[in-house]
């Protein structure tokens, strides 16, 4: 029997975050502020994150220390197992490895809570009350309500109405966590109100709720807003994924050759990229690192990097970053949680260096290969993560095609126990190609 499984104990979490930054040997392209565009300080971040944040956004130093409040909760799920697919290299009849991490097994059953639980503590320990944020598919709400919850704070959560009225389950989840939930676009914003007075079918986006969420916030100085993916603060959180995985790859006597995730803002892929790039860096290892997204939402394969807003009201500090738009509505794909019109401004970089690549996908081919993989794996997985296993999939039988070995690592960042609906359009052959 092949060895599968790849564990670690609670003894190895890792106990700092690994800020690339440190790494890449020049400094990223600073936030602008939205009125003068000169470059954003921290006083002008203040009104809507704790300081202990901002710090970290804006941070150069290699290693974060993780505060042991922070350890003591990631301890419920963490670390996260590293499986190889052996079943399902088997029925690909490839001769790649296939190897990938399992951020599902959180208790909202993605990689978010990694950051949500940070971001909680810090708001806590700066007097914060309550936190507003947006979410998509519902992953993200989901998984700061937990957080809040367990560091006493309440939150308040804006859901693309297209989820919201698709996804009605991960609602109760929140409601469960104590969250109160809105539609967005609201008419419980300003700006809510606005684009239903223009709109009043309209299906939302990220952007849209974003502005929602932050206008909620700066309405009162003890409430902060909290953001699931994109920024720095995030990243530099989701490093834990990576961090693990590199021990866990060291077990299993092999480094990648190629390693994928999914990209809505980039977090997840970052948390498992971050720690292996320095191989890559350092010359050690000229590791191949793709970044997947809906050929519906193609930000890093057909979007420009400049300077563009997080959100459509135009309220954030312009980001440097692949964007479509900060106006743009993708279509409504099931993998809500890559529609989003930017990208974290590292991953950005990391494109625009040439140190990773970007590939589209369309939505029936990543449920072809979700279906492919839980039929060997069993696992049912995000419409999301589906788009790492199809690239996953195309890296197989490729190696498959030139009959070499390759060592394929992907980063599942979620199950799609509550997107079964998205799954039933599929097999009834009612979902739409984009
Ligand atoms: C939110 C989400 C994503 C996309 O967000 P990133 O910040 O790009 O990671 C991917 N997979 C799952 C399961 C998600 O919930």
């Not at 959180?237 to 999914?262: N, R, S, Y």
């Not at 993560?385 to 980063?411: C, P, Q, T, Y």
Request: aromatic share 10%; with cysteine; charged share 20%.
């Amino acid at each position: 029997m092949e060895q599968r499984q790849f564990l670690l104990s609670q003894k190895d979490i890792p106990t700092a975050w690994y800020n690339i930054v440190a790494d890449l040997g020049e400094a990223p392209p600073p936030p602008l502020h939205p009125a003068t565009r000169q470059p954003a300080g921290p006083d002008d971040l203040a009104p809507i994150f704790p300081m202990a944040l901002i710090e970290q956004e804006m941070c150069t130093e290699k290693w974060v220390k993780i505060p042991e409040e922070v350890l003591d909760v990631l301890s419920i799920w963490r670390p996260t197992p590293l499986f190889r697919a052996t079943r399902w290299e088997k029925m690909l009849g490839t001769p790649a490895k296939i190897f990938y991490k399992w951020e599902g097994v959180s208790p909202v059953g993605s990689h978010k809570p990694n950051t949500a639980v940070a971001q909680a503590y810090y708001n806590k320990r700066e007097g914060v009350k309550r936190i507003a944020t947006e979410t998509g598919a519902g992953q993200w709400g989901s998984a700061l309500s937990m957080a809040c919850c367990f560091f006493g704070l309440e939150a308040t959560v804006y859901m693309v109405r297209i989820s919201y009225d698709q996804k009605p389950y991960r609602k109760f989840v929140m409601q469960t966590y104590g969250a109160t939930i809105y539609p967005s676009p609201s008419e419980h914003t300003n700006f809510g109100r606005k684009v239903l007075e223009k709109d009043p079918n309209c299906p939302g986006s990220l952007g849209i709720a974003i502005s929602e969420a932050l206008e909620d916030a700066t309405s009162s100085p003890d409430v902060k807003y909290s953001l699931g993916s994109v920024l720095n603060h995030v990243l530099l959180h989701q490093t834990v994924i990576g961090q693990e995985a590199v021990k866990q790859m060291e077990m299993a006597g092999c480094l990648p050759d190629v390693v994928i995730g999914c990209v809505g803002g980039g977090s997840n892929y970052a948390g498992l990229a971050f720690p292996f790039m320095p191989y890559k860096l350092d010359g050690k290892k000229d590791i191949r690192f793709i970044a997947v997204e809906p050929v519906a939402c193609p930000t890093l394969t057909k979007g420009r990097y400049e300077y563009d807003f997080g959100d459509t009201a135009q309220m954030t500090p312009l980001l440097k970053m692949h964007t479509l738009g900060a106006d743009f509505i993708p279509p409504p794909i099931h993998a809500g949680g890559l529609r989003y019109h930017g990208m974290a401004p590292l991953v950005s970089l990391l494109v625009d260096k040439g140190l990773m690549e970007a590939r589209a996908y369309q939505q029936l081919d990543i449920f072809e290969a979700a279906i492919s993989f839980a039929r060997a794996e069993g696992i049912i997985s995000a419409p999301e993560s589906a788009h790492a296993i199809k690239a996953a999939m195309d890296e197989a039988l490729a190696a498959k095609e030139e009959g070499k070995e390759r060592v394929i690592l992907f980063n599942h960042s979620g199950h799609g126990l509550l997107d079964l609906a998205a799954y039933d359009a599929y097999l009834s052959g009612r979902l739409q190609k984009v």
